[in-house]
């Protein structure tokens, strides 16, 4: 059974939360850019390390290259 404590699914906190905050962006700023369907929930997900299939990964990074307006790696996102 899995627990909210588990290391395989929490990862801490992401790089993705620094640059978010370092550009002065919050989650609503994504999910309004964004064109594909994500969620509050998708981005907080993702900030606080929670395992994520790699195509909520790619809609996360479109989101934040629309808000932020650059580019960025999986990897510069991502430590998994």
């Known amino acids: 059974m899995t627990t909210e404590t588990d290391p395989e ?10 640059i978010m905050a370092a550009a002065g962006l919050t989650a609503h700023d994504l999910v309004a850019a964004s064109t594909e369907q994500i969620t509050h929930k998708m981005v ?19 989101a934040l290259a629309k808000a932020a307006g650059r580019e960025y790696a999986l990897a510069e996102l991502f430590t998994y």
């Open 9 to 18: 699914r929490n990862l801490g906190e992401q790089p993705l939360a620094r």
């Open 44 to 62: 907080s997900r993702a900030c606080k390390g929670r395992r994520l299939t790699p195509h909520v990964q790619v809609k996360i990074r479109n």
